[in-house]
């Protein structure tokens, strides 16, 4: 059992195969069937170490089982129908790393079979998501039980996407292809993928921050709500870990508060820079973070200059190496910041959503509009610091 939660299963490398050998496909599905037994065994343990030190839960234990599924599953996004709404937030913090160990058993069966083209590395992908995505759809239909519902198409197409992205980009890490395949792009998409992507970066790291300072300054509310929670230091200890796996969604909400359209804590809510309107929350002492009225002048006055550093530096990394011309280098800035919009988009897009009924459909920020507003602020500061640099190095 040690050796399964620690070492994914390695590819016999006696003679080295290509991304058609046969045993690429079989050596796929094991390493999806070890990833997904690890994920689900570490959640089970977890769970059943709360449930049994509970005095309170009257629940059996195939019924706590059966909520580590539903974890599992709520990671990968899979909506959970409860009564008449749905939870689709998915605890990034938990979708990290089960996307970790997806990406280590595909790193292990790449290097094995010798991948070195990205066409092996798509074929590794397809290998480990397909039967991935088809274990998703069977821990859909064992979670499956009365109030929660999960959909079992809705796993299979949420574990194909996660285990095929996970797998590729571990058979990219694992044989170093991913160093090869930025350096066939052109030098300068190349260039404007890394600044958008240490844009991106740059602002998850403020919103970590800034989340972790507004819990710091509500410490006394976040703890009267979890001695309200009562049942014990295991079940605190439960709503803390919960808290750290749901910090990277905060973290992204945040975004959408110092870029400008702000974010949602239920229907109707609004909680931006120039003021907040909350209504009831549920009792989580991550959301004691949340503010509850306009921002102070230090924070707006750190907004802005957080955003104008940012965009400067995206216009440095976006026209790095050659000389080029003023118009050229404003392009490649432009550029750059699209795409951290495009990326920021995606990734307001994953950590939001419904988290139950009534109020709480609309949780998070708004994608299109953190994206577009993100790519417009960057694309002023950035072309217009990436066109002064050009012109004062071809001066």
Known sequence: MTELLTRPPAAVATAPADETSPSLWWRGAFAALWAVAVGVAILM?????????????GAGAGQAIRVALQLWLAAHKVPLHVGGGSLAVAPLGLTLGLSFVVARAAAVLARGHAIDSLTGIASVGVAVGVPYAVLSAFVAAAANAAPVRPSPVAALVAGLLLGTAAACWGAARGTGALRLSSAGLPPWFAASMRAGALAVAVLVVAGVVLTLGSLATHARAAADIADGLGGGMTARFAVLVLDALLLPNAAIAAVGYLTGPGFAVGAGSSVSLGGAHVGAVPALPLLAAVPHGPAPTLVRVAAVALLL???????????????????????????????????????????????????????????????????????????????????????
């Open 45 to 57: 343990v977890c769970v059943l170490i709360v449930w049994a030190t509970d005095s309170r839960s």
């Open 309 to 395: 550093g940012i965009g400067a530096l995206t216009g440095w990394f976006a026209t790095r190496g050659d000389v080029v011309s003023v118009w050229t280098a404003a392009g490649r800035a432009v550029l750059a910041a699209a795409l951290a919009g495009l990326l920021v988009a995606i990734l307001v897009a994953i950590g939001g959503g419904p988290a139950g009924h009534g109020r709480m459909t609309a949780v998070g920020a708004s994608p299109w509009q953190v994206g577009l507003v993100l790519a417009l602020e960057l694309s002023v500061v950035a072309a217009v610091f990436a066109a002064g640099r050009a012109w004062v190095r071809r001066g």
